[in-house]
């Protein structure tokens, strides 16, 4: 059950990134919008920011002078960012930096995480936007030369009634809002991640319920690999700690994950902490297991896994993560496309900050 529900509960954290919230936030936490491999050297605990707007010069964000050097001390950066992949201008992060400029935070967030490329969640079921919304993303990545990661999430029964509830209201409609996705891809290379958790936490619906859960995702992999035959679309494989891969293997193969007409392979860890190297072995197993044309792969979700799950099994923000890998389709590893930041880094799990929005204490934890 622990296994599931720390899945089930990060994608809850993507309804909350659309979801309305009061006018009363402050520096901690940032207001939602519709958007969406070298390790951290620990920097020192610095206080949090005041909750008002302006900061006061004791809270500032510029670089201190060290007593005996007479320095300023610069934060080291994660890792060089991908010259591949597309960081999207519109985040909470982004939108949390530009707003606290004086947080004595907002350096470490802004060059360890800000700066990232990360996947662009679409979660509100909106037929009549979709497209616009899709293209604003793969134009604005086109313009650049850079390969956008997007996120389609509103399969019928999303979450299977739980905390993030919702998506299209049967398949009729998740498929014309499939066709409607897929018309925003444009014509260049583009990562999709297919429904997260959709696969994985099949087990809650009846035969009939999986069975249509599998068809609407099977065609989906089709009708957005026809409409951009650059796209890239991976399946939803849980994580190593999940299902068997045996098992995850056989359910993938239903949903359409082992035809080279609808996928390119799968994705693991999506909101998780596992470790690479545990990632990389499980996904191997599963592809293993899944046969198919030779060429496909998987992609890790690496942004939270820096030091790996907690061994208590705590999954709501748990104390004591970091970032992972930066973002990467370089891994220079046998059957891994990429290390993706899929779940963006200081986004809460609900324990937190309220599950969706930016947390700035959060961030700075996982980045410092």
């Excluded at 510029?62 to 960012?81: C, F, M, S």
């Excluded at 969640?121 to 604003?136: G, H, L, M, Q, Y």
């Excluded at 099977?218 to 991976?234: C, F, H, I, N």
Aim: proline letters at 7%; a negative charge; one cysteine or more.
């Amino acid at each position: 059950m622990v296994v599931a529900a720390s899945v089930v509960v990060a994608v809850g954290t993507v309804t909350g990134m659309i979801r309305a919230l009061d006018d009363d936030t402050d520096a901690n936490t940032a207001r939602p919008d519709a958007t969406g491999a070298t390790l951290l050297v620990p920097l020192p605990d610095t206080p949090s920011a005041s909750n008002s707007p302006s900061a006061k010069a004791s809270s500032s964000a510029r670089p201190k002078k060290t007593a005996t050097t007479g320095t300023t001390r610069k934060p080291q950066r994660t890792a060089t960012v991908s010259p591949r992949l597309y960081r999207h201008p519109e985040s909470q992060v982004l939108d949390w930096v530009r707003d606290h400029p004086d947080d004595p935070r907002t350096e470490v967030i802004a060059d360890r995480i800000a700066d990232q490329p990360a996947a662009v969640w679409f979660a509100d079921f909106t037929p009549s936007t979709i497209t616009s919304r899709v293209r604003a993303v793969t134009s604005g990545a086109a313009a650049q030369g850079r390969v956008p990661v997007v996120v389609p999430y509103a399969i019928p029964d999303r979450d299977c009634g739980g905390a993030s509830e919702g998506g299209a209201s049967d398949f009729a409609a998740y498929d014309d809002w499939i066709d409607n996705f897929a018309a925003g891809l444009g014509s260049r290379e583009v990562v999709v991640i297919l429904e997260p958790d959709s696969i994985a936490q099949a087990d809650c619906l009846d035969d009939t319920q999986r069975t249509e859960r599998f068809e609407a995702l099977a065609r989906a992999g089709r009708v957005l690999k026809a409409a951009d035959p650059q796209a890239r679309v991976y399946y939803d494989a849980g994580h190593s700690d999940w299902n068997p891969a045996g098992q995850q293997a056989a359910l993938l193969k239903q949903a359409g994950a082992a035809s080279a007409e609808s996928s390119d392979g799968i994705f693991s860890n999506v909101s998780n902490f596992h470790t690479t190297s545990a990632e990389i072995a499980y996904d191997r197993q599963v592809l293993d297991a899944l046969g198919g044309p030779s060429g496909l792969g998987a992609v890790i979700d690496t942004s939270r896994n820096g030091n790996g799950a907690p061994a208590d099994g705590q999954w709501c923000d748990p104390a004591g993560r970091k970032i992972g890998r930066a973002p990467t389709l370089n891994t220079g590893q046998a059957r891994i496309d990429g290390y993706l930041w899929v779940k963006l880094p200081g986004e809460s799990d609900g324990c937190k900050g309220t599950a969706g929005t930016f947390t700035a204490s959060y961030a700075y934890d996982l980045a410092r």
